[in-house]
């Protein structure tokens, strides 16, 4: 046993994850039938589908090997395993044999969000969501950050939240999954400490890699949810060098300028009853509120939930967001490089 290994299995000790089911990698290999039915791939490894002995479907996920000294392992453990929320997905056990490492999960018939979102791919299979389903899931989530943020005894920041790490299950239930990337911390610290940045481009908080912003905290969380949010009422990635309209590169600063000339919602997909018109802009207004660029001015989750929750007339139109590409595709892909 290398010294990362006893480094990890004293760590597992201390956390108290010993109350979670270990399995050795023959039984991971064996419930997957050799890890035969692929589900998807992430920053840290490959998902597979398994099957337990009394029958329960499941979901493993076989980390790479190359990735770092464990750290990865350890932060998905040793935060997922404090977890119990609807919201969040829950760990059923883990393997860790030397460098093989593994996470066995509940298993989401319907998988990740983006497959339902994005509207631009035409070889999409998937249906679009309705809009009444679109805000439940976006509340769904933002109760499960609230819950990280406030609702455990040691306060979890996930630093990766985007529409690929939210999972649905049969009833379109979302959970928020990989926790690769998060960081535990005391709930009475409001501003953490980060040697390096973290998360995936067009969803990380500018403080994050830029402490001239403010202090890193669970408002970046905040403001990586907003930038979801934006792309689930676009049904479009928000940074879109291809498009032939400049204007159109950053969608948040399109939908925007549009929102004030009160046309957006009649040009976005599926928006049809004036339900709907109502459910997209309260959507809109939310999602350009967590993404301030101080994160000072972006809303608590817990705020956020109560204006999803509320009355459209409630919510006021916030200042445009500080930050925006250039006004060239060149230009704004140079301007991307320093995340």
Not at 112 to 124: A, H, W
Not at 200 to 219: D, L, M
Request: hydrophobic residues 35%; neutral net charge.
């Amino acid at each position: 046993m290398t010294k990362s290994d006893k480094d990890i299995e004293g760590l597992i000790t201390n956390y108290g994850l010993l109350n979670v089911k270990r399995y050795r990698f023959s039984e991971m290999k064996q419930m997957t039938i050799s890890f035969k039915e692929k589900l998807g791939h992430g920053g840290y490894g490959d998902v597979y589908k398994g099957k337990l002995l009394d029958g329960h479907l499941v979901a493993v996920k076989v980390l790479n090997e190359s990735k770092g000294n464990g750290e990865e392992f350890i932060n998905e453990v040793a935060s997922i395993s404090r977890t119990s929320h609807i919201n969040v997905v829950t760990l059923l056990g883990f393997c860790l044999e030397g460098s093989k490492r593994a996470l066995l999960y509940e298993f989401m018939p319907n998988g990740s969000l983006e497959k339902f979102i994005y509207n631009e791919n035409p070889l999409q299979t998937t249906p679009q969501l309705e809009w009444k389903k679109l805000l439940q899931i976006a509340k769904g989530i933002a109760e499960g950050l609230q819950y990280l943020h406030h609702g455990c005894n040691t306060r979890i920041l996930h630093f990766d939240i985007k529409p690929h790490n939210i999972l649905l299950n049969k009833d379109f239930c979302p959970k928020i999954s990989d926790f690769g990337l998060a960081k535990l911390c005391e709930r009475k610290e409001s501003i953490i400490s980060m040697a390096d940045a973290r998360g995936t481009i067009g969803y990380i908080a500018p403080e994050v890699f830029n402490r001239n912003f403010g202090g890193v905290s669970h408002k970046s969380d905040v403001y990586s949810y907003g930038m979801m949010i934006l792309e689930m009422v676009g049904g479009r990635k928000n940074i879109k060098v291809g498009v032939s309209n400049t204007s159109e590169i950053y969608f948040p600063h399109w939908v925007y300028k549009n929102l004030e000339q009160g046309s957006v919602l009649g040009l976005l997909h599926g928006v049809v009853t004036a339900e709907e018109d109502e459910i997209a802009r309260k959507m809109v207004l939310v999602g350009l509120w967590c993404i301030q660029t101080n994160p000072l001015d972006r809303p608590s989750m817990k705020k956020v939930i109560e204006m999803l929750e509320g009355s459209l007339e409630a919510l006021h139109i916030p200042p445009k967001p500080f930050l925006s590409p250039s006004k060239s595709p060149e230009e704004f892909s140079d301007a991307t490089s320093i995340l």
